[in-house]
């Protein structure tokens, strides 16, 4: 199946005996008293029809050329319409003026949810909210299960945490932000995708290769920010109820309140979710997931005085409890061999912040200041092994833009940031404590001389009181080659604080002990990418081609070595090679009106030294590939989704009980996942039902020596496929606009 997939994407690619429309192209810029300037999010209509599209930050618009239309009308709010005749592809420069007689234009166009930017000089893909509504989405694990870039899969069989994967590489790889803040790491590595509910996410943005060095000097594999829903947005209540057949129970619900008009503005959101029905659907003895209870209350301020100042501040409150383990497992019992096999874990955690910005008018300078702070206890135990940490952490950022020249062709960002950790973990009866102060400085230069070249280069110096002085450069370069192609290259090195325990308590859920030298240590990595987009029209329709690749390189990592003791898991540093090598293509089209096609493929090389022998990364599939249709009926009263992944096989990590007999690898076979869900939209609501794991295809005995948990063959941690079996759910959304 796998060489039918990679061989349809290839021919796809290349495809120059295809007659394609011709496309119109240009920019289109605002004449005021700053004088001329580009001006984005202009509505792009051909005359008479509801075909159109909408300019780019930079202006820059791009339109298919429609038969028998030569009449371009474009329209802004706060500007005269202007009607353009067109008659070539030669690119168009359109100057529109001011106009105090506002009126209100809409372009009617299907959301496709999820893209490729073309703009950025990043490799980046942006998930909007039409593409969250796809699947049940109940938290931000789950919003990536159309996605063809990330992999989400759980980390053991007991605990129910979940990671995902970029570029083949754990998600501690990737900087997790929530709206261009760092956020969780640390105590809230292991279950901190879950602690994001999907009805809150306004988008999510998918960075892929070094990110830019404003954002720190993490982001080794890549980037992925959380946008959260805004107070002063259109949406005034939403409400979210969803129950599966497991006996998951959830409700989401967040509520803007325009205190003081646009001006000031306040969010609330609530989320809370109860699963205390007992599954065992393969007979092990053990639940398939943990029961769990969680609840969230968060709220959110803006404002804004619309004369180049903002700021914004919020808090959220989160308490969770988790029992894992055998059936009969109590949070209350006494941890003992006489008791039954238990995994209980309590979190608390209250995360702050704030950001303010302001922009001089007509000076091209800004001034941004973001901050957070968060604060997470852990208590919990593993069988016979207690765990309880604590942790507090700070960070703080200031960055002054300031465009160069009035064309903004050059553009410098400077600014300084400071990170404060305080860690505190107990395991083993070890007390484990270390306090991180990094500050931090850096620059970035963008070179942007038309709307086709971007070049950006830039480099930090971080000042770590345990590491040292480390500098990180990056490089991103973007080139639209004529009007369907874009090229992006990269290069960047990152660094990363590896929490060695707090980032693998589920590896507690066996019967080694952990061993380690440091409770702390720094990773580094360089990044190296290249990704060719491709944009056409096919049958009069739009078709999106992307191929790319990136490399990591490690020159120091921290390796989880499950193979080489018999006697202990083994969180060692890195003694010689390893590496990353991601390579993927993918199509989006719209064969047809209303229906969307997303055909993906990526194979996986990712090696590491384990015992002095470079191998293949256990428990990582060596390829992926993805299909996905979307239709929506017209005036998108139903919407059908159908998404299959298939997903390669690889390494399982085995362990020789005498250190000198030789254990051959074993593999885990390839296999498929199939997720769907019909939704009916009303008015101001909608209902939605589904299946996850349509062919109800499980691991086979994902908990090894489950009849004996406090014997030495116990084992939970080798997870490579689905534990659960077929879900099914329902939910309501209910949506309230002030509009």
């Known amino acids: 199946m796998k060489n039918y997939i990679l061989l349809l994407l290839l021919l796809l690619l290349f495809i120059p005996f295809l007659t394609f429309s011709q496309n119109i192209a240009g920019t289109v810029f605002g004449n005021d008293e700053n004088g001329k300037q580009p ?51 030669d690119p168009v420069e359109v100057v529109l003026k001011p106009n105090l007689e506002l009126e209100e234009v809409t372009v009617v166009k299907k959301n496709r949810g999820t893209y490729l930017s073309t703009i950025n000089p990043i490799q980046t893909e942006n998930i909007g909210g039409a593409e969250l509504h796809k699947a049940a989405c109940c938290n931000l694990a789950e919003s990536f299960e159309t996605n063809p870039s990330v992999d989400v899969s759980y980390s053991d069989a007991i605990t129910g945490a979940k990671q995902i994967k970029l570029l083949g590489l754990d998600g501690t790889y990737s900087l997790l932000q929530v709206e261009n803040m760092p956020n969780l790491r640390g105590l809230a590595t292991t279950f901190g995708l879950t602690y994001i509910p999907g009805p809150w996410l306004e988008s999510i943005q998918v960075s892929k290769g070094a990110a830019s060095v404003l954002n720190g000097y993490d982001a080794i594999a890549g980037q992925i920010n959380a946008e959260l829903k805004k107070p002063d947005s259109s949406e005034k209540l939403f409400l979210n109820l969803y129950r599966n057949n497991d006996g998951r129970v959830e409700f989401n619900g967040n509520a803007n309140i325009k205190v003081k008009g646009d001006t000031l503005t306040s969010g609330i959101f609530v989320h809370g979710h109860d699963l205390s029905k007992k599954n065992d659907n393969n007979n092990d003895g053990f639940l398939d997931e943990p029961l769990s209870r969680m609840f969230q209350i968060g709220n959110r301020w803006k404002y804004n005085n619309h004369k180049g100042y903002m700021a914004q501040a919020g808090f959220n409150i989160l308490t969770e409890d988790r029992l894992g383990g055998q059936v009969n497992a109590d949070r209350n019992m006494v941890s003992s061999p006489t008791n039954p096999y238990g995994v209980s874990i309590k979190n608390d955690r209250i995360d702050a912040f704030f950001k303010t910005g302001y922009v001089w008018p007509d000076t091209r300078t800004a001034l941004a200041f ?41 553009t410098l960002n400077s600014g300084a940031s400071f990170i404060f950790d305080d860690f505190n973990e107990i395991l083993y009866n070890q007390d ?198 979307n239709y929506t009926t017209n005036l998108k009263k139903w919407m059908f989704d159908y998404t299959v992944q298939f997903n390669g096989g690889g390494r399982i990590p085995i362990v020789a009980s005498d250190a000198s007999v030789a254990v051959a690898d074993q593999k885990f076979s390839p296999y498929t996942v199939m ?61 309230l606009n002030y509009d």
């Open 675 to 735: 997720n769907a869900q019909i939704t009916k939209y009303f008015r101001l609501w909608n209902i939605y039902a589904g299946v996850e794991n349509l062919s109800d295809f499980k691991q086979t005995n994902p908990i090894a020596g489950a009849d004996d948990p406090f014997g030495p063959e116990f084992n939970a941690t080798n997870v490579w496929g689905p534990v659960m079996g077929r879900k099914i759910y329902v939910g309501l959304r209910f949506n």
């Open 39 to 89: 001006l984005p999010g202009v509505n792009v209509v051909w005359e008479g029809t509801n075909d159109g599209t909408a300019s780019s930050p930079d202006g820059s618009f791009k339109i298919k050329q429609k038969t028998g239309q030569h009449m371009l009308v474009f329209s802004f709010v706060g500007y005269e319409s202007q009607v353009l005749h067109v008659h070539d592809s």
């Open 432 to 629: 484990i404590q270390r306090t991180e102060k990094v500050p931090g400085v850096f620059t970035e230069y963008t070179f942007k001389p038309n709307s086709n070249l971007t070049f950006m280069t830039g480099v930090r110096v971080d000042f770590h009181d345990e590491f040292g002085t480390f500098v990180t450069p990056r490089m991103h370069f973007r080139y639209r080659m004529g009007q369907h192609f874009t090229l992006r290259t990269s290069a960047g090195k990152g660094y990363r604080t590896a929490n060695v325990l707090s980032e693998n308590t589920f590896m507690l859920a066996n019967s080694r002990p952990l061993k380690w030298d440091k409770n702390v240590m720094q990773e580094e990595a360089w990044n190296y990418g290249i990704a060719l987009i491709q944009n056409y029209t096919l049958l009069g329709r739009d078709l999106t081609l992307n191929a790319e690749f990136f490399r990591t390189d490690f020159q120091s990592q921290l390796i989880v070595d499950r193979e080489t003791s018999a006697d202990y898991i083994l969180l060692t540093a890195l003694d010689g090679k390893s590496y990353a090598n991601s390579l993927q293509f993918d199509l989006r089209w719209e064969p047809t009106e209303r229906l969307d096609l997303l055909l993906a493929y990526r194979v996986n090389d990712i090696k590491q030294t384990i015992g002095g022998e470079l191998k293949d990364k256990p428990l990582t599939n060596d390829y992926k590939g993805l299909i996905n249709l």
């Open 370 to 410: 973001l901050s957070n702070f968060s604060r997470h206890e852990t208590e919990s135990f593993y069988g016979l092994t207690d765990y309880n940490a604590n942790e507090s952490r700070l960070y703080a950022s200031a960055v002054l833009t300031r465009d160069l020249n009035r064309a903004a062709t050059h």
